[in-house]
Each structure stands twice: as structure tokens, then as C-alpha cells.
T-cell receptor, first 111, second 120 residues
């Protein structure tokens, strides 16, 4: 079945360092979403990418959708302690509203 | 809007007991999702509804799990009988499967705070 993998699984960075997480799907996606889950919290929607090669920015966060629409990345510039949490990508199962969530990348930021 | 509401927030029960989790989606949303999150298996979709009709329940682990959506503002996930391996955080999420206010189509899901279930 469709799988969505993320690397790395864990990342510890010093505050101020950059961070990148990568998302890879076993199938082509019509769109991809990113969510953030704070420790003890629930996933919160960050963004949706639809077009091949699309790049979107939200302040220090940069999201990219691959040309083949099978991979995506999230890059955080100059991390802050507020960036701590687990970042998930999610892609829809072909032609449905059933989103398959990636394995997640847990980010820890050391002050 | 209050967001997606789930109850209870925490549930501790003994093996063999029936457990019912409740969810109130955001008003106007026509999709409702039930997820289970564990360290081992991550975030798994159990079932989702569109306009109160179950569309895909292929993620429901076994017959002990059942979900209903009697109306647009309420859904339940029931486990009977519960087992220790059912211990997890269960999230309900809702979304609007149509045009956003900006004109583009977005399928963002709004998650509730979750129910932490412990089965002893």
C-alpha cells in the first residue's frame, strides 16, 4: 500500500541552527500537507502544496514540493525553542480524502 | 468557533470493558476522521465520514472497533471489548472538502485535543 516516509526520525539542533526534514511518498501525490504537533498536543495544519516544484514560505519555514510530486521538504531557518515538536507530512491516497501521514520528524531545540 | 471537541480527554479502563469516545466536529465541516496515535505505529487513520456516511473504514483494526456519525455534529468511536493494546491517543479531525475562503481548494484537517486511552 501507499507509504509516506520521513527522515530523519529525530533531530536535535542548537538554537539558531537550521533544520530540514524530508518526506518521500511511494506514489505520486495530488497535494501534500504539513502538520506540527507540539509535545502533548495535537497536529496543527501548517500548509498545503499542490503544484509540482512549488515553494512556499511562512516566516522562517520554507516548504517545497518535488518536481515529480513524490517528495517534499520543510526547512526551518534559525530554529527557536518554539519550533520544538514533531513535524508530519501527509499525502492523500489516490483520488480520496484519506490522508496517509508520514512517520514524523521529532525536533528538539537546545537553548 | 470552539474547534473540534473531544471527550473524555483521558480514559482509564480495565480490559474487557466497553469504551466510547466522542467527537463534535467544527460546524459546517463535511468530513470527519478518526485517528489513533502510538509510538510504535505513528498516526493511523481508522475511519472517515463524508456527510455522516462512512467512506473508508479499512483502518479499523478489528470488529471490536466501531464508529458512528448519527448527525453532522456528533460522532462516536466505540471499542468493545477493550484490550491493553488499544491504549493510545485517539484523535478526531474534521475538514471542509470544498473551496476555501481564498478560492483555492484546501483539505486541511482540524484536529481535536485527543483522548488518551489507557486499558489496564
Amino acid at each position: 500500500g501507499q507509504q509516506v516516509m520521513q527522515i530523519p526520525q529525530y533531530q536535535h539542533v542548537q538554537e539558531g541552527e537550521d533544520f530540514t526534514t524530508y518526506c518521500n511518498s511511494s506514489t505520486t501525490l495530488s497535494n501534500i500537507q504539513w502538520y506540527k504537533q507540539r509535545p502533548g498536543g495535537h497536529p496543527v495544519f501548517l500548509i498545503q502544496l499542490v503544484k509540482s516544484g512549488e515553494v512556499k514560505k511562512q516566516k522562517r519555514l520554507t516548504f517545497q514540493f518535488g518536481e515529480a510530486k513524490k517528495n517534499s521538504s520543510l526547512h526551518i531557518t534559525a530554529t527557536q525553542t518554539t519550533d520544538v515538536g514533531t513535524y508530519f507530512c501527509a499525502g492523500p491516497h489516490s483520488g480520496t480524502y484519506k490522508y496517509i501521514f508520514g512517520t514524523g520528524t521529532r525536533l528538539k531545540v537546545l537553548a | 468557533d470552539a474547534g473540534v471537541i473531544q471527550s473524555p480527554r483521558h480514559e482509564v479502563t480495565e480490559m474487557g470493558q466497553e469504551v466510547t469516545l466522542r467527537c463534535k466536529p467544527i460546524s459546517g465541516h463535511d468530513y470527519l476522521f478518526w485517528y489513533r496515535q502510538t509510538m510504535m505505529r505513528g498516526l493511523e487513520l481508522l475511519i472517515y465520514f463524508n456527510n455522516n456516511v462512512p467512506i473508508d473504514d479499512s483502518g479499523m483494526p478489528e470488529d471490536r472497533f466501531s464508529a458512528k456519525m448519527p448527525n453532522a455534529s456528533f460522532s462516536t468511536l466505540k471499542i468493545q471489548p477493550s484490550e491493553p493494546r488499544d491504549s493510545a491517543v485517539y484523535f478526531c479531525a474534521s475538514s471542509f472538502g470544498g473551496l476555501s475562503t481564498t478560492g483555492g481548494i484546501t483539505y486541511e484537517q482540524y484536529f481535536g485535543p485527543g483522548t488518551r486511552l489507557t486499558v489496564t
